[in-house]
């Protein structure tokens, strides 16, 4: 039987930016020992393989033609695009935003695809992003949707930046924030919005081990 059959579980993390769906993603994956997705890295680099290139962001068939080029490399927590090691610049602010524009097109989305449905693999997976549960693993068991208020995620990343010595203006974020919620959520193809199954789980005054056992809860204790 292929490891891509709905036998797999999968749990589905989505939500916007700054949300703690990541950090909520990964330890809900080491403490049921599944293997971890995280599906906006791919947008990051196709973003990234965009600004390296000069490739137009409004062409999305030329930025689908990078998305099927790249060779990527998750090492644990390291990504290797090409064999070089790019995860620190995956977390530009300049990435940020060209990842949200390369990720409103359909030939983006479909490129990345099977790409994301190969992370399937016994014993389980968890995946975070924007889609997983309305569209690249709709048979996700719990669907989880992640969110805060804008102001809490703004200064969430402002304390993230700050550990890595980047010093960046509340404002300046906060408005950052709110207009890739505008376009991740208003866009045609796969839209940020919950899936009608999904477990809404808001962490604005909720700290991460609590999200995390809130998401633990919802898994059958067998697979606990
Ligand atoms: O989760 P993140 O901030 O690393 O995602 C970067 C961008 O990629 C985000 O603005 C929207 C896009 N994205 C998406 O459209 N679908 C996903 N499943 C994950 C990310």
């Known amino acids: 039987m292929p490891d891509s059959h709905a036998a797999v579980p999968v749990v589905a993390i989505d939500g916007p930016a700054a949300s703690g769906k990541g ?5 809900v994956a080491a403490a049921l020992g599944y ?20 490739t137009d962001p409004g062409d999305g068939e030329a930025l689908a033609a990078l998305a099927r080029a790249m060779v990527v490399r998750f090492d644990g927590d390291a990504i290797r695009l090409d064999g070089a090691d790019v995860t620190e610049a995956l977390r530009a602010e300049a990435v940020s935003a060209a990842a949200s524009r390369v990720a409103v097109h359909p030939a983006v989305r479909s490129a990345l695809l099977e790409r994301q449905r190969g992370f399937r693999r016994l014993p389980g997976l ?6 997983m549960g309305t569209v690249v693993f709709p048979d996700a068991a719990p669907k989880v949707f992640v969110t805060a208020s804008a102001e809490e995620r703004a200064r969430r990343r402002r304390r993230q930046l700050a550990e890595t010595g980047i010093d960046v203006n509340i404002q300046s974020l906060l408005r950052d924030i709110r207009e890739r919620d505008e376009r991740d959520a208003s866009r045609s193809a796969a839209p940020l919005r919950p899936a009608v199954d999904a477990v809404i789980l808001d962490t604005t005054n909720m700290a991460v081990e609590a ?3 809130a998401v633990l809860a919802l898994i059958a204790p067998a697979r606990r």
Not at 23 to 27: V, Y
Not at 45 to 50: D, G, R
């Open 211 to 213: 999200a995390v056992a």
């Open 23 to 27: 950090t909520i993603a990964r330890q």
């Open 35 to 54: 293997h971890y997705l995280d599906s906006g890295s791919l947008y990051r680099l196709v973003a990234h393989q965009a600004l390296a290139t000069g």
């Open 126 to 131: 968890v995946a975070d992003g924007r889609d």
